[in-house]
């Protein structure tokens, strides 16, 4: 069985940040905000990190929705 894919994205400016990563490896995607928000050469921020963090918790926080059946 295959873990869910998660998506979270951020508009700024004229970037469009898609991040899509499976259920269960949010500490590596927090990991992957630092390193971005670290990059001198990166238009994402610490604040863009604090906003996708936030939004990553209000996903956790909600249950997930169940498939509809294949017919």
Same mark, same amino acid.
């Given at each position: 069985?295959?873990?869910? =894919?998660?998506? /979270?994205?951020? /508009?700024?400016?004229?970037?469009? *940040?898609?991040?899509?990563? #499976? =259920?269960?490896?949010?500490? =590596? $995607?927090? &990991?992957? *905000?630092?390193? /971005?928000?670290?990059? %001198?050469?990166? =238009?994402?921020?610490?604040?863009?990190? &604090?906003? $996708?963090?936030? !939004?990553?918790? !209000? !996903? $956790?926080?909600? %249950? /997930?929705? #169940?498939? &509809? #059946? $294949?017919?």
């Amino acid at each position: 069985m295959s873990a869910t =894919e998660r998506v /979270l994205s951020i /508009l700024k400016g004229g970037h469009r *940040f898609v991040f899509r990563y #499976p =259920e269960g490896r949010e500490s =590596e $995607l927090l &990991a992957s *905000f630092v390193a /971005l928000a670290n990059d %001198p050469e990166s =238009e994402f921020d610490w604040f863009d990190a &604090a906003v $996708l963090s936030y !939004q990553m918790g !209000q !996903q $956790l926080s909600r %249950p /997930l929705e #169940p498939a &509809a #059946p $294949l017919d």
